[in-house]
């Protein structure tokens, strides 16, 4: 087929700078259009989110290294030959024949067949393509919505600023426990039993995925445990979770090569007899419901937790964070898995799309109507579950475990504080080495300086300000790693 393909020396010189002007302008238009979304982040206060551009960019770049390597090495990978038993294997049609004489293929004179061949490479080319530029599309919708939802929130913690809130959350005031709001959604008979638990708590992510009486007790539980008495009335714990919302949607919008890894293995199950175009949409599906469930089972337990220290309790009910309530006591497990749903939800809809475009309908990848409205039946309802249910709740529940992030200081106070860090850690290995001949008194000095927060180090900046800064509790710093047993940042 090479040889009867027009070569460039006996093509127009025009139409080959025709070509090359409209590719090159594609490019310039796309990256002044990356360029201008980074301007406006960075004028809007959005570092996390301006990561996340560069995190696209660099997926970006990683697929124009995957094109340019499929491209140099797609004539020598259409060399190889394997066995004709290994060639006839695992295939996704059903009607496939062996050696079909309409394909080129010249392993057949040595009595093999074809690893790959050029044509199969480039149309995997064109998958990873859409494959990466769909999950990226998905990420960000899935982002976007669910920021929406969390958009009532902010009236929420408006109303913790009101007289009236404060009113009836006097610190004075003793309650059962069972009769405050909290208690009176979570502590019932099916709370102490662990199956009623799931199967209600199952259903209820369905109803109010997240209810106010939940966001106002979980900030009144995360304030507690995380800040100092004076810096608790002027925290806006929406922001800080819209924040942090931000550092994790910067971690999801990249693909790993676990998830790489993931997508490997489902096109593994793209094979005759597997039935995958049945079951295989249905694996996010299942995952995203578990995990809602699990998140409104901790906030329950935490619930129990109170129960557990009295009956009746004085002022607002204190819910206590930890780990432990998290699976395997990692709450960036939960993140994994909507990373991975969201992942390979978007795998669908992308395989979907790619086969649809090159292969049209009916083909080997669709070959019944049921096959199609599974995929994008699940594709819809896994978007809307991500987007208005398991996103918002898990940015209010995630922030239940020991550790919080260091989105709670402004950007400023965080670097200087992981500059701090480093120092420290420096200076501690240096001294571990000396310590025969070094006096305890050369060790390097803490940055609190009788201070509960480290702050000082941003004496010098223009824009630092004691009273936009939250100050967290001085156990948050007592060693090396922040906190020790006590809070740490992630």
């Not at 049609?93 to 044509?119: M, T, W």
């Not at 799931?198 to 995925?209: E, K, N, P």
């Amino acid at each position: 087929m090479a040889g009867k393909e027009r070569p460039l020396v006996a093509t127009p010189t025009w139409a080959v700078a025709v070509l090359f002007f409209i590719l090159i302008a594609i490019s310039i238009l796309i990256e002044q259009l990356i360029h201008h979304i980074g301007s406006w982040l960075k004028k809007k206060r959005k570092p996390s989110l301006f990561e996340a551009l560069d995190k696209i960019k660099a997926e970006l770049m990683l697929l124009g290294f995957i094109s340019l390597l499929l491209t140099v090495t797609q004539d020598y990978i259409a060399e190889i030959c394997v066995p004709r038993s290994v060639g006839h294997s695992w295939h996704p049609c059903r009607n496939y024949e062996g050696d079909n004489d309409d394909y080129d293929d010249p392993c057949l004179i040595k009595g093999q067949v074809q690893f790959v061949s050029a044509y199969g490479i480039h149309q995997l080319h064109i998958f990873i393509f859409v494959l990466a530029v769909a999950h990226i599309l998905y990420c960000v919708i899935t982002y976007g919505l669910g920021r929406l939802k969390m958009r009532k929130w902010k009236s929420w913690e408006n109303e913790t600023k009101t007289i009236q809130y404060q009113y009836y959350n006097d610190p004075e005031r003793f309650r059962f426990a069972r009769d405050t709001s909290f208690g009176r959604r979570h502590l019932h008979f099916w709370s102490k039993s662990p199956l009623l638990l799931w199967i209600v708590c199952f259903f209820r992510q369905f109803l109010t995925s997240v209810a106010k009486v939940d966001y106002l007790t979980l900030r009144h539980g995360f304030i507690t445990a995380h800040l100092t008495p004076h810096s608790q009335e002027s925290f806006d714990f929406h922001k800080y979770i819209s924040r942090s919302l931000e550092e994790d949607f910067k971690v999801v919008v990249g693909i790993s090569p676990a998830i790489w890894l993931c997508a490997v293995l489902i096109l593994l199950t793209n094979t005759n007899g597997w039935y995958s175009h049945f079951w295989l949409p249905f694996i996010p599906l299942i995952i995203i419901l578990l995990v809602g469930a699990k998140l409104q089972v901790i906030i329950t337990k935490m619930g129990i937790r109170i129960l557990e220290r009295g009956d009746v309790i004085k002022g607002t009910p204190v819910v206590q964070p930890g780990d432990d309530l998290f699976w395997f006591n990692r709450p960036g497990l939960i993140l994994f898995l909507i990373h991975l749903v969201l992942f390979q939800n978007a795998f669908q809809l992308a395989f979907f799309a790619w086969s649809w475009w090159k292969f049209g309908y009916p083909s080997c990848y669709h070959e019944n109507i049921e096959d199609l409205v599974i995929r994008i039946a699940m594709g819809v309802l896994i978007q809307v579950l991500c987007s208005y249910v398991t996103l918002p709740l898990y940015a209010l529940v995630t922030q239940m475990g020991t550790n919080m992030k260091p989105v709670i200081f402004s950007d400023q106070v965080a670097s200087a504080l992981r500059g701090w860090h480093q120092t420290a850690k420096k200076q501690l290995r240096q001294g571990r080495r000396s310590a025969s001949t070094t006096p305890f008194s050369s060790r390097p000095a803490s940055p609190l300086h009788g201070s509960t927060s480290p702050v000082y180090l941003l004496r010098g900046h223009k824009e630092y300000s004691d009273n936009n800064v939250a100050s967290p509790r001085a156990s948050n710093f007592s060693n090396e790693g922040w906190g020790g047993e006590g809070r740490r940042f992630y």
